[in-house]
């Protein structure tokens, strides 16, 4: 019967179906968007040189120099580094310097990486488009970005000499050659500069010293207890998670968050008044109809339940029709939204240059739950009305 | 016989202070088991009011009323809904029946308000439609029906209960003399063959023709009441 009273006045069923299953949508899709445009941000920014936390002398982040850097992982630390909780680790030199073509000086951080861990955690070494990566440690060669090397007005093949501070208060400067160029963020190709690992150690007369331990865990939700389970094991380090290093990152990751839930609440809002509206309408073409059932002897909790499952159908409904449309859009974009040609304006709030639609099964479920539930608590309103109507009415003469 | 309804001082006013318009004043009637009466008036003479009161719809001002020994003011909201389900049967002027179900489904609707399983439901719904000459249109919507079909099912609906009484109010308002005729014939023969008690507001001269009790009323009171 309930079914069959949705469908009583077809056109205002399809008005709130559209209601709500368009909202509904909306907050499905925009949800996998902007979880999307999260994941991106934080593809960009993170996997470049951030990794998901990294770990560093006390007061190297204050004054990074070759004086605040530390011994390589061990005792407790690598063993920490090595349980499951840590995807990936690895170590790093990053000392301010200044690099000095023929027409050019700039400042730039020189970073000494070991190139078989950077393959796996950062995606600086698939960013070379010309020459090649480092091969190893002991590489003498650089790579430089691709806009440094078109403000030091240098090349691929040719030399440039780096200088910095070495252990021992004097300058080291040393010549290398340029084997390789990236095409990358803009901050990131105009202040980086890498090079072999053992290489800058031999260059700032370091023994076995490093500057940073970068890690990537392998579940992002547990990066508290994983970052808690680093510092527990390394007391007297500074170890931080990404959302310390990169707080413009944190500060959107976290907006974003909120702004669903406004997102949610907005569509809400609209969604129930269309709902009380088509409900409340519907309530009163049937007052003559509840005063009649309530003079049968429908008791008025009865009532109450028949238009409450009315409305529990038609928002069902809507709903399913909602998250139909919200898979459908979401595997529509699948193979992501190239946004390419925005790509240097992007960069500038740290977002990838493709944009992944990012869904969670047992987020959609969510949500349309909420949608649903909240939808029938509105739809109450008019279910409580008509269980009040009179049984007079149905006495009343049409005449 | 036993009295299925006793009103003893049944007053109802409407309004308050000057505004207050007495639509029942001091009304007392017995209806008897078997009875086919008629409440006959002009519009405002309290007709529909004394059937609100009887159908326990609405309370009156003063006075008490009694169906098949159940006193009205000792029950409570749910109590009422309770007797009405069971021991009141309704016919309305616009037949009122339930447009997204069909002949069958109205009459069961009533049994399965009473809780009655589903078999035992269309077995008596079925069999209510034969009462009423309807066989064959159980599958019917109401729009499918004419104004005569659609009273007869109320009638059924009203019937298959198997209340105390049926209370109708002007049935016949809405049909045109055939159907009103067969109509007043069914509600006489089902008085005649099952007793069931009829209690009729109209001042169709159809109907007040063929009762068997006329209760007269004019201006809220009981004019004259006389057996045929």
């Known amino acids: 019967m309930a079914w069959r009273n949705v469908w009583r006045n077809p056109r205002r069923t399809v008005i709130s179906l559209f209601v709500v299953s368009v909202g509904l949508w909306s907050i499905l899709f925009f949800n996998a968007l902007l979880n999307g445009w999260i994941q991106s941000s934080k593809d960009a920014a993170l996997k470049l040189l951030t990794q998901d936390g990294q770990i560093h002398a006390v007061g190297f982040m204050d004054d990074p120099n070759v004086e605040t850097l530390m011994k390589p992982p061990s005792g407790a630390l690598l063993q920490a580094l090595n349980t499951n909780v840590i995807e990936d680790w690895s170590t790093r030199i990053a000392v301010p310097s200044v690099v000095q073509s023929e027409y050019k000086t700039l400042p730039i951080t020189l970073m000494g990486v070991d190139p078989e861990n950077e393959r796996r955690i950062s995606t600086i070494p698939g960013d070379v488009d010309r020459g090649r990566y480092l091969e190893s440690p002991d590489d003498y060669g650089v790579i430089l970005g691709k806009h440094l090397v078109e403000r030091l007005k240098t090349d691929l093949g040719r030399r440039v000499i780096i200088m910095s501070q070495n252990l021992d208060g004097t300058m080291s400067e040393w010549s290398f050659d340029v084997v390789g160029v990236f095409d990358s963020d803009q901050g990131v190709e105009d202040f980086y500069v890498f090079t072999g690992l053992a290489v800058s150690q031999e260059f700032l007369g370091l023994d076995d010293e490093i500057a940073q331990i970068v890690v990537t865990l392998p579940d992002h939700a547990e990066l508290n207890p994983s970052i808690d389970t680093l510092k527990a094991a390394a007391p007297d380090l500074d170890v931080r998670s990404w959302k310390e290093l990169n707080l413009f990152l944190a500060m959107t990751d976290d907006f974003m968050g909120v702004y669903i839930f406004v997102w949610l609440g907005i569509v809400f809002s609209m969604m129930a008044i269309g709902i009380v509206n088509t409900q409340l309408m519907a309530v009163f073409e049937r007052t003559q109809e509840f005063g009649l059932l309530r003079a049968l002897g429908m008791k008025p909790r009865r009532v109450l339940l028949m238009v409450s499952i009315e409305s529990a159908i038609l928002i069902g409904v809507g709903v399913l029709v909602g998250i139909v449309l919200a898979v459908l859009s979401i595997w529509a974009l699948q193979g992501g939204i190239d946004l390419t040609v925005y790509a240097r304006a992007l960069e500038m709030v740290q977002a990838g240059s493709i944009i992944y639609v990012d869904y969670h099964p047992d987020g959609i479920v969510q949500y349309s739950l909420i949608i649903w539930i909240l939808g029938i608590l509105v739809a109450l309103w008019p279910a409580r009305r008509a269980s009040k109507c009179s049984p007079q009415e149905a006495m009343r003469r049409d005449t | ?228």
């Not at chain 2, 006013?13 to 029942?24: D, H, I, K, R, Y």
């Not at chain 2, 309305?92 to 447009?99: A, G």
Request: glycine content about 10%.
């Open chain 2, 1 to 228: 016989m036993d009295s299925i309804v006793t009103c003893r001082g049944v007053t109802k006013t409407f309004g308050t202070g000057e505004l207050a318009v007495n639509a029942l004043s001091n009304v007392d009637l017995d209806i008897l088991q078997g009875d086919f009466a008629t409440l006959a008036g002009p519009s405002g003479s309290g007709k529909t009011t004394l059937l609100n009161m009887v159908g326990a719809l609405d309370h009156p001002s003063a006075g008490d009323v009694t169906v098949d020994g159940q006193s009205l003011g000792e029950l409570k909201p749910a109590q009422l809904s309770d007797l009405r389900l069971r021991k009141i049967g309704f016919v309305f002027q616009s037949y009122n029946l339930i447009p997204v179900m069909s002949a069958c489904e109205n009459i069961e609707f009533v049994l399965e308000l009473q809780g009655i399983a589903k078999s035992a439901r269309r077995e008596r719904s079925l069999e209510a439609l034969r009462d009423v000459g309807l066989e064959g249109l159980e599958h019917r919507r109401p729009a499918a029906m004419s104004g005569g079909q659609q009273q007869r099912v109320a009638v059924a609906r009203a019937l298959v209960s198997r209340p105390a009484i049926v209370l109708a109010d002007e049935p016949t308002a809405n049909l045109d003399s055939k159907s009103a005729g067969e109509l007043i014939d069914l509600m006489l023969n089902l008085n005649a063959e099952h007793g069931t008690t009829f209690l009729i507001g109209t001042h169709d001269s159809r109907v007040l023709e063929r009762s068997r009790r006329q209760i007269n009323m004019r201006d809220g009171e009981i004019e004259s009441d006389t057996r045929h």
